[in-house]
C-alpha cells in the first residue's frame, strides 16, 4: 500500500503542476455554471433541482476525464521513465493503481466545487437533498469507471493527445450508442443494451434511486480496466 500512496502522490503533485489541469478544473466548472444559468434552476418560480444540470453531466465527462488521465501513463512512455519504475520495487498493479488513484483524487477535486449550487439553492429554497446526492453518487460512479477507462487509455500510446482522443471517443460513442440501442431494439438485445447503458444507469440515480447493480456495474467495469492497464503496462516488459 505504501508503493501505491507513492506512485499517487507523486501522481498528483505532476498533475497540480500541470496548467493542463487548471483548464480542465476551470472548463469544468464554466460548462456546469452556463447548464445551471441555461436551466433557469435559479428562475423564480422554478424547482429546486439540478435534475437538468446533472442530465448532461456524464456527456461532459466522456470529454473530460480522459483529459485528466491522459498524461498518467503516456508521458512515462514519452519521457522515457517507464524503464525506471519497472525496475523500481513495485509491482506494475501497484503502479497503475497509485496512478488511477490519483486521477479519481484529481476528479473529486474538480467535482467538489459545484456542490456550492447545492448550498445555494438551500438558501433560496428548498432541494431535495437526498436526490442530490444520489445524482452526486451517480457523478463519482460515472468517474471510477471513466477513470479506468482513460488510464487505459493513456497506457495504449507515448502521445498525449492521442491518448485522450483512444479516451474520449469510445466512451462518447459507447454511451450514445448503448442508450440509442437501448430505446430501439426489443428482447433481449434491449436487456443487454439496458444493462450497459452508461448514461442510462446514471439516470437511475439521479432520479435519487441508489440500486445495488448499479453501484456494482460501475465498479466492475473499473476493474476490468484497471486489469487490462495492468496487462498493457506487464506487455511492455518483453517488448
Known sequence: MRNVLAIMQRELLSLFCSPVAYIVIAGYLLITGVSVLWSGAFAPGKPASLVEVFFWAPWFLTVIVPAICMRTISEEY???TMEKL???????SQMVLGKYLASLVFFVVMLAPTLVYLFLMQAYGSPDWGQS????LGLLLVGVAFTAFGVFASSLTSNQVVAWILGWVPLLLFAVLAR??????????RAVFQQINVVGRYETFSKGLITTDGVVFFLAVAMLFIFLTVKVVESRRWR
Open 180 to 189: 440509442f440501442a437501448a430505446n430501439q431494439v426489443e428482447g433481449i438485445w
Open 133 to 136: 446526492l444520489a445524482s452526486y
Open 78 to 80: 514519452r519521457a522515457g
Open 86 to 92: 519497472m525496475t523500481a520495487p513495485l509491482s506494475d
